[in-house]
């Protein structure tokens, strides 16, 4: 099975950062990653499918990179409201769909 | 889009459950929907999709034979059930639109949250 992994796991940022999260998979998965923005109590949040495609409705200050094994999340200029967990989703092997186990964004 | 999933439940170990998933705002028979699960203070875990136009059916194997994922598409209604709950399944239950074609889940639920306690 492939396994997701993502780093770090937590960090602490400021307003105004550029945060820049990774995700792993133990094999190549092309660009079948998606990313999830969730905050407490809430539902996940689509924010980046196909690695680099920005979901509708989803700030500019997000963007996704990265194909094979390797991917990235990056936040250009942290805003208060990004203060979450984000996930990265292996979309690409059936049925498992694979979530990461989360990198925690919070305040410094 | 919505999706507005039912409200909390506090069952007994070896009780069933079947909680549900009412959508609008687009064609329920042709997209596929799922479910996720998240355990307190845990992660997300992909569970199952179904296509409710025929009924097809893809479950994570870890989830294969533990719980029955199936849909109403008179009413765009998804189910997930249970027939003997353990204390396991403890753990916030979500529904979401699964986009077949990058695979991914764009439109989610509240979020349904079951207790299983003696």
């Known amino acids: 099975d492939i396994q997701m992994t993502q780093s770090p796991s937590s960090l602490s940022a400021s307003v105004g950062d550029r945060v820049t999260l990774t995700c792993r998979a133990s094999?190549?998965?092309?660009?079948?990653v998606s990313w999830y923005q969730q905050k407490p109590g809430k539902a996940p949040k689509l924010l980046i499918y196909?690695?680099?495609t920005l979901q509708s409705g989803v700030p500019s200050r997000f963007s996704g990179s990265g194909s094979g094994t390797d991917f990235t999340l990056t936040i250009s200029s942290l805003q208060p409201e990004d203060f979450a967990t984000y996930y990265c989703?292996?979309?690409?092997?059936?049925?498992?769909?694979?979530f990461g186990p989360g990198s925690k964004v919070d305040i410094k | 889009v919505q999706l507005v999933q039912s409200g909390a439940e506090v069952k007994k170990p070896g009780e069933s459950l079947k909680i549900s998933c009412k959508t609008s705002?687009?064609?329920?028979?042709?997209?596929?929907i799922g479910w996720v699960r998240q355990r307190p203070g845990k992660g997300l875990e992909w569970m199952g999709i179904?296509?409710?136009?025929?009924?097809?059916?893809q479950y994570n194997p870890s989830f294969q034979g533990q719980v029955i994922i199936s849909a109403d598409k008179s009413i765009g209604t998804a189910y997930l059930q249970w027939s003997r709950l353990q204390a396991s399944d403890t753990a916030i239950y979500y529904c979401?639109?699964?986009?077949?074609?990058?695979?991914?889940?764009?439109?989610w639920g509240q979020g349904t949250l079951v207790i299983v306690s003696s």
């Open positions: 979401a639109r699964w986009i077949g074609l990058w695979h991914y889940f764009d439109y």
């Open positions: 094999q190549s998965i092309g660009t079948y």
């Open positions: 989703q292996d979309s690409f092997t059936n049925p498992l769909y694979t």
């Open positions: 705002g687009y064609s329920f028979s042709g997209d596929w």
């Open positions: 196909a690695a680099s």
């Open positions: 179904i296509y409710p136009g025929d009924s097809d059916t």
